[in-house]
């Protein structure tokens, strides 16, 4: 009966995944020999070496994958919940474990080993989430039945960013964002998000910029401009009445004209008038709201009213919030400041190594910039910037296109699912390797701040390959069981 239960499980197995996930380990594997390889070693299986000790991991993560497919699939439903509570547990008390490594509690020793629960949060998250939307009664409706999923993942979030100071891992917990969505949460959600971001930005990097008229700051007005927008167009979206957003448009306009003509005499307060100008519309969403008894316009008159004070509230959240190094990193993203022996020495280097390689790279084992440690984690957060420079453009985008098959075929997995629990996590496993390959590739581009998030299957370290290996193969194993069930 074992027998035939084992040969159910490797018949029912997606094998293309299992083949780009070998794919990927082996040449993030011959790409961290690479990134540490020195002209006096001789073999990829020295273990005093990065890749030799990247070697015993995988071969672990080979004996991890294999024991998670032997698991019956209904045992990750049942100890959901359980292993949920013990991994906060796990967290709350690895800052009172943990050594300090570059400013971060987040690893754990065990002996010459060092591990960091936070990579195998996110796959307990993953199914306990599963586990909770996949109810039968679960649906759905208001923003009430997305406060306990919420919690799910801001909770080990929070202890991971504020008592670890990991911001990077804490940070991939928003990847479940497009979980809610897929789920039925409205994208109303998600473009909070940007909104947020959005203003957050405008308001750091213009917020000193002094209008060259009247008073205030290009920041500010900006901000507020951009609330202005969203003000009229929720109203007239409500009411489906376009001759309304001219109307608002206009009376925007002529006010901010007439302010233009009085600044010629006196210097006009313009982050006053703008600001005046959205309590202005609230003030008339809600009325409008409560007339037409339509109280969703009041959910984006809050909104709005809680943008007016988080724009104002930016600058202290920069200034005394962030840390100092956090601040560095993102004037830097932004362009305030130039620090290129600093904060920006990274994205530097890495952008000079990728450009070295250009079109064919220039060779295995033959890049110069990694060879002669210019590019600091190299072969951790940084081990895209090893395969731009020794295997080129062409490399570069061949790894790019593995991994999009990869996550594609991760997708296809979840639409194929009739298990709604199985559904959820698949795609929560596919979103999180997806915003792992986004903001690593965009941290080492220059894109986006740098956070350390490590590079699926390619950056060293046991903690996030086990953790991928986690994630992946009970996905894997979930998948056949939806055959066998099917049988």
Known sequence: MRASRSGNILQHLDWTTIGLFLVLVLFGWLNIYGASYTFDQTSIFDFSNRAGKQFTWIIGSIVLAIVLLLIDYKTYDVLAYIAYGAMLLLLLATPFLAHNIKGSMSWISLGPVNLQPAEF??????????????????????????????????????????????????????????????????????????????????????????????????????????????????????????????????????????????????????????????????????????????????????????????????????????????????????????????????????????????????????????????????DTDFIFCTVGEEWGFVGSIGVLLVYLWFILRLFVIAERQRNVTTRIYAYAVGSIFLFHLMINIGMVLGLLPVIGIPLPFFSYGGSSLWGFTLLLFILLRLDAARMEQLN
């Open 121 to 378: 949060a996110k796959c307990i998250v993953a199914l306990t989430v599963a586990k909770y939307m996949g109810r039968y009664e679960y649906k759905i409706r208001t923003w009430r039945d997305l406060i306990v999923p919420f919690a799910i993942i801001g909770i080990p979030a929070m202890i991971i960013m504020i008592l670890q100071k990991e911001t990077g891992s804490a940070l991939v917990f928003a990847a479940f964002l497009l979980v809610f969505y897929r789920q039925g949460m409205s994208g109303y959600v998600l473009w909070v998000g940007v909104a947020a971001v959005a203003l957050f930005i405008l308001s750091i990097r213009l917020g000193a910029v002094p209008l060259p008229l009247g008073t205030g700051s290009v920041g500010i007005l900006t901000c507020m401009l951009l609330l202005t927008v969203i003000e009229i167009f929720f109203i007239c979206k409500e009411h489906r009445m376009r001759w309304q957003a001219l109307i608002m448009t206009g009376s925007v306009a002529v006010i901010y004209g007439i302010c233009l003509i009085v600044n010629i005499w006196v210097r006009m307060p313009f982050n006053l008038i703008s600001m005046g100008i959205v309590l202005a519309l609230v003030i008339y969403n809600i009325a409008i709201s409560i007339y037409w008894r339509k109280y969703r316009l009041l959910i984006v008159a809050a909104f709005t009213l809680f943008c007016i004070g988080y724009t104002h509230a930016c600058d202290y959240v920069f200034t005394h919030v962030l840390h100092p190094h956090q601040r560095i990193r993102i004037e830097v993203l932004l362009g305030m400041k130039e620090d290129p022996a600093g904060a920006g020495y990274n994205v530097n280097q890495a952008r000079i190594a990728i450009g070295s390689g250009r079109f064919w790279g220039k060779g295995y084992l033959n890049g110069t910039q990694t060879k002669l440690q210019f590019v600091p984690e190299q």
